[in-house]
Structure formats: structure tokens, C-alpha cells
């Protein structure tokens, strides 16, 4: 009965000491979930960025387009 509750005593000391260095050094769920972001937004931001350079692309192209047939008609 003694062994089995020095035993006991241990585990539950090192859970809290664990515990306790865990929660020092800010490791918890909503730490993890603040500090890296999330895939589907990261995604999101990516399709985003290309989609403003694709339109840019083809205001590009069509100002280019404009300006041509400005000149041929000139």
C-alpha cells in the first residue's frame, strides 16, 4: 500500500511539474492556434495575391491593347 502511493505521489508530481513548464513556456491550445496560422487562410491569402496579379496582368494587357489602337487610329 505504501510503494503505491509513493508511486502515485511521483506521477501526479511530475504531471504538475510538466504541466507547469508547459504552461511556462506558452505551449497550450490556444497558443498553438494564435501563433501559427491556419492553412485554410494562409490559402486563402495565396489564391487572393494570384488573383490580384492575374487581374493586374490583364489590365495590363489591355491598356497595352488600347494604346495600340489609339495609335492605328491616329
Same mark, same amino acid.
Given at each position: 500500500?505504501?510503494? %503505491?502511493?509513493?508511486?502515485?505521489?511521483?506521477?501526479?508530481?511530475? =504531471?504538475?511539474?510538466?504541466?507547469? =513548464?508547459?504552461?511556462?513556456?506558452?505551449?497550450?491550445?490556444?497558443?498553438?492556434? $494564435?501563433?501559427? !496560422? #491556419? !492553412? %485554410?487562410? &494562409?490559402?486563402? #491569402?495565396?489564391? &487572393?495575391?494570384?488573383?490580384?496579379?492575374?487581374? #493586374?496582368?490583364? $489590365?495590363?494587357?489591355?491598356?497595352?491593347?488600347? $494604346?495600340?489602337?489609339?495609335?492605328? %487610329?491616329?
Amino acid at each position: 500500500m505504501h510503494f %503505491e502511493i509513493s508511486v502515485l505521489k511521483r506521477t501526479i508530481g511530475s =504531471l504538475v511539474v510538466t504541466a507547469a =513548464l508547459l504552461l511556462s513556456a506558452g505551449v497550450t491550445t490556444e497558443g498553438l492556434g $494564435q501563433k501559427a !496560422p #491556419k !492553412p %485554410e487562410k &494562409q490559402a486563402v #491569402k495565396t489564391e &487572393q495575391k494570384m488573383e490580384a496579379g492575374a487581374l #493586374k496582368s490583364h $489590365q495590363r494587357t489591355e491598356r497595352s491593347t488600347f $494604346q495600340g489602337h489609339q495609335r492605328a %487610329e491616329r
